[in-house]
């Protein structure tokens, strides 16, 4: 069972297109990460969110919590190839007494210049 | 300042035989954990170290794994003896203990086993 699930699984865009992914649960997050990933390389931070309903930017990044805690979505504006690689959601459950991250598979994202 | 480092990077072994990897946190931080990413699942949890002591080890698959921290710096995962189903990637993080759940990520052991 897939605690996280991410949308959409694999996304290619143009340079300068805007898009949004989403990272949705029906378990609630005590907070969420996101992650960027290139081949061969491990996931690096981009962002936590904590509160219910938080918006946080990043440059051209947008980061959104739901409400419930149970979603969360990620806003890129502008896209460049830069931002190619996979972006994976992550949060430890709340009340599971643990700091394990609970991952998503990821969106794999291409900006074709 | 050095992020968190993993050793090997890629590790090619045959069936029953047995690998060790090696994690070494950034410096300072008390929490870490291992985690595993085999082909086409997410990252999924093995087990939580806070300092020397194992805090959650929920996630380890069978007891083929054991996770060492002695002195409470690097860590070792050793796999005894190795089957198929252990390849994937297997992935050491660490945190600060006031953010647990802010976690910095090695680059990953590719093991694959044949």
């Known amino acids: 069972t897939q605690l996280l699930k991410q949308s959409p699984q694999f996304l290619s865009i143009q340079e300068g297109e805007n898009l949004t992914v989403y990272c949705n649960s029906s378990?609630?997050?005590?907070?969420l990460q996101w992650y960027r990933q290139e081949p061969g390389e491990g996931p690096v931070l981009l962002v936590t969110?904590?509160?219910?309903?938080e918006v946080k930017k990043l440059k051209r990044l947008t980061f959104q919590f739901g409400d419930a805690r149970k979603d969360s979505s990620l806003h890129i504006t502008a896209a460049q190839p830069g931002d190619t690689g996979l972006y994976l959601c992550?949060?430890?459950?709340?009340?599971?007494?643990?700091?394990?991250?609970?991952f998503g598979k990821g969106t794999k994202l291409s900006v074709i210049p | 300042e050095a992020g968190v480092t993993q050793f090997p990077s890629h590790s090619v072994i045959e069936k029953g035989q047995t690998v060790t990897l090696r994690c070494d946190p950034i410096?300072?931080?008390?929490?870490l954990y291992w985690y595993r990413r085999v082909m086409g699942k997410e990252i999924k949890f093995l087990l939580h170290?806070?300092?020397?002591?194992?805090?959650?080890e929920s996630g380890m698959p069978n007891n083929r794994f054991l996770a060492e921290r002695t002195g409470g710096t690097y860590s070792t995962l050793k796999v005894q003896p190795a089957e198929l189903e252990d390849s994937g990637v297997y992935f050491c993080?660490?945190?600060?203990?006031?953010?647990?759940?802010?976690?910095?990520f090695g680059a990953g052991t590719r093991l694959s086993v044949l």
């Open positions: 410096s300072g931080h008390d929490n």
């Open positions: 993080a660490s945190s600060q203990a006031g953010a647990k759940n802010i976690q910095y």
């Open positions: 170290f806070v300092k020397e002591s194992k805090q959650d």
């Open positions: 969110v904590v509160t219910g309903g």
């Open positions: 378990s609630v997050f005590s907070s």
């Open positions: 992550a949060g430890p459950l709340l009340g599971a007494g643990s700091y394990q991250l609970t």
